[in-house]
């Protein structure tokens, strides 16, 4: 009786060690699954704080001052400025169908007026020779309209971050079949919004001086 009881004694504590065991592995198996689960949401978590970071930041910056040229009656009727990539974005398309040019007047909103890209590879440097040849190519003189010369380019429509583009834009001074007049006078404010498919847009606001000579260029800071 002995001997059995010592026996007996010895299969309990079998069970209860396999039962342990098990123990032990379910709750490695469902630590296993929340760390798991943890590293996933703070990876998802680490992505949309990336996306909402990047789509806060605008793709391209200005680069330089902002230039306007008046025409016979000292209205700004042209305006040119160069941008570039912002720090850390990749690759930005500049192609007609990639970008969205507005621009908010005083007594006007021009909700898209980009034409796409004249010269993606220019050794023209003159502003007004290249004003001449926008206003052959697409009567750009005769309307509202916005296009993007590049340069120090690969012949494409991407602009890189070696590379750097000039937004020449002009607004017709003719007045609409609403009295607007588009083309900007002494001390009316123009907002340009420069909109991409990703990232927040560039906005660039100026006001117009006083006393705006005739057929001139401005800096306009």
């Not at 009727?77 to 990539?85: A, D, G, R, S």
């Not at 990639?98 to 502003?127: C, F, K």
């Not at 296009?147 to 750097?164: G, H, R, T």
Request: a negative charge; proline letters at 2%; hydrophobic letters at 45%.
């Amino acid at each position: 009786m002995k001997k059995l009881f010592k026996d007996k004694r010895g299969i309990v504590g079998i069970e209860a060690a396999i039962v342990l065991i098990a123990f032990i592995i379910i709750a490695a198996a469902l630590s296993y699954v929340v760390i798991n689960m943890g590293f996933y949401t703070t990876q998802k978590t680490k992505e949309t704080m990336q996306s909402g970071l990047d789509e806060s930041l605008s793709a391209l910056q200005l680069d330089g001052i902002v230039t306007a040229k008046t025409n016979n009656n000292s209205y700004i009727e042209w305006i040119v400025f160069p941008v570039k990539l912002s720090a850390g974005k990749s690759a930005f398309d500049l192609k007609k169908e990639a970008l969205v040019v507005s621009i908010y007047l005083p007594n006007a909103t021009l909700l898209s007026i980009y034409n796409g890209i004249y010269s993606n590879d220019t050794d023209e440097a003159d502003l007004d020779v290249l004003i001449g040849g926008l206003s052959e190519t697409y009567a750009m003189n005769e309307t509202d309209m916005a296009a993007f010369v590049m340069y120090n380019c690969d012949s494409d429509s991407v602009l890189e971050s070696s590379e750097k583009a000039f937004l020449i834009i002009h607004l017709n001074e003719t007045v609409t079949a609403t009295g607007a007049r588009h083309a900007v006078a002494d001390y009316e404010t123009v907002k340009i919004e420069v909109k991409g498919a990703k990232g927040a847009a560039l906005t660039v606001v100026r006001t117009a001086p006083g006393g705006i000579p005739k057929n001139s260029h401005i800096d306009l800071g």
